[in-house]
């Protein structure tokens, strides 16, 4: 992003769970979790002009997913400021709907960073309390860097110094509920992950991860038979180190010892799915 879009554009990139424990349920019905968060280089595109209200244009390959919407949350999180705001975004939609990689989530962050440098914000708003009020993966996606999150998502802590690598991402087209794959879980649960400090190489991050799971993922796939095989299209791209389910699905990803591997292997899966190919987001693209 050119430095004069940097101004303008707030990038809202996926988020990645590289697992995610179910740790238990809590007293106010959200579950306790456990998950290693990254964030990678596609994005949503977010832009605010001034206008004589608050409205929302949307467009991208993925706005028509999104037509149906009542309120998005990216005016919720424009609202949640006081006063809020007389601007006009526009939204360009890259990250399929409900899909596992905080999309929507990632939308409000970067509605709430870019309001914030537009200078929306009263001097002493606390953006990551709005943004625990907007939703579970809105807190992590306000700061959207690698992240050990805990609680329902609320509590946000330093990850493991992560080695180089890169992530294949792809989606059948199969839009999935966060909430119908909670609540299809059962089982018992998991305990909390135990981590290194850092990884030497991505191999050894994915040997370690290989010992943990996405519990969501045996609901999400019996809700969704599609992420079969994308998992499997993605364990047999050559360089694969590990397949996996993000969040609730439908998204699955694979980890490559660089970002170029990844974008090198991404087009190899069927055209008809959503798919890419890189590395993380660096972290001069995002607002501090």
Same mark, same amino acid.
């Given at each position: 992003?050119?430095?004069?879009?940097?101004?303008?554009?707030?990038?809202?990139?996926?988020?990645? *769970?590289?697992?995610?424990?179910? !740790?238990? @349920? @809590?007293? $106010?019905?959200?579950?306790?979790?456990?998950?290693?968060?990254?964030?990678?280089?596609?994005?949503?595109? #977010?832009?605010?002009?001034?206008?004589?209200?608050?409205?929302?244009?949307? $467009?991208?390959?993925?706005?028509?997913? !999104?037509?149906?919407?009542?309120?998005?949350?990216?005016?919720?999180?424009?609202?949640?400021?006081?006063?809020?705001?007389?601007?006009?975004?526009? !939204?360009?939609?890259?990250?399929?709907?409900?899909? /596992?990689? /905080? /999309?929507?989530?990632?939308?409000?962050? +970067?509605?709430? @960073?870019?309001?914030?440098?537009?200078?929306?914000?009263?001097?002493?708003?606390?953006?990551?309390?709005?943004?625990?009020?907007?939703?579970? $993966?809105?807190?992590?996606?306000?700061?959207?860097?690698?992240?050990?999150?805990?609680?329902?998502?609320?509590? #946000?802590?330093?990850?493991?110094?992560?080695?180089?690598?890169?992530?294949?991402?792809?989606?059948?087209?199969?839009?999935?509920?966060?909430?119908?794959?909670?609540?299809?879980?059962?089982?018992?649960?998991?305990?909390?992950?135990?981590?290194?400090?850092?990884? +030497?190489?991505?191999?050894?991050?994915?040997?370690? #991860?290989? @010992? #943990? *799971? *996405?519990?969501?993922?045996?609901?999400?796939?019996?809700?969704?038979?599609? %992420?079969?095989?994308?998992?499997? +299209?993605?364990?047999?791209?050559?360089?694969?180190?590990?397949?996996?389910?993000?969040?609730?699905?439908?998204?699955?990803?694979?980890?490559?010892?660089?970002?170029?591997?990844?974008? +090198?292997?991404?087009?190899?899966?069927?055209?008809?799915?959503?798919?890419?190919?890189?590395?993380? %987001?660096?972290?001069?693209?995002?607002?501090?």
């Amino acid at each position: 992003m050119s430095l004069h879009e940097r101004g303008r554009v707030e990038l809202a990139p996926a988020k990645i *769970n590289l697992f995610l424990h179910v !740790l238990g @349920r @809590r007293a $106010d019905s959200y579950h306790a979790l456990d998950s290693l968060v990254v964030f990678v280089a596609v994005a949503d595109r #977010l832009s605010a002009a001034p206008a004589s209200s608050l409205a929302l244009a949307i $467009d991208g390959p993925q706005a028509a997913s !999104l037509a149906a919407e009542a309120d998005n949350l990216v005016l919720r999180a424009a609202r949640a400021l006081a006063p809020p705001p007389a601007v006009r975004f526009a !939204l360009e939609k890259i990250l399929p709907v409900a899909a /596992g990689i /905080g /999309g929507g989530s990632a939308d409000a962050a +970067a509605a709430l @960073r870019l309001l914030a440098r537009l200078g929306h914000a009263r001097a002493g708003t606390d953006l990551a309390a709005i943004a625990a009020t907007l939703g579970a $993966d809105v807190p992590v996606c306000l700061a959207s860097r690698p992240a050990r999150v805990g609680g329902a998502g609320e509590r #946000l802590g330093p990850a493991p110094r992560l080695p180089e690598f890169g992530l294949v991402l792809a989606n059948p087209g199969v839009p999935l509920a966060t909430a119908d794959v909670f609540r299809a879980r059962s089982g018992a649960f998991s305990p909390p992950a135990v981590l290194p400090d850092a990884w +030497a190489s991505a191999a050894a991050m994915a040997a370690d #991860l290989a @010992r #943990l *799971n *996405n519990d969501l993922e045996p609901p999400a796939r019996a809700l969704c038979p599609a %992420i079969g095989p994308v998992l499997g +299209a993605l364990a047999a791209l050559p360089g694969a180190l590990l397949a996996r389910l993000s969040g609730s699905g439908a998204t699955c990803f694979a980890i490559f010892a660089t970002p170029a591997e990844a974008e +090198a292997a991404a087009p190899l899966l069927p055209a008809p799915w959503w798919r890419w190919g890189g590395g993380l %987001i660096a972290p001069e693209e995002i607002s501090p």
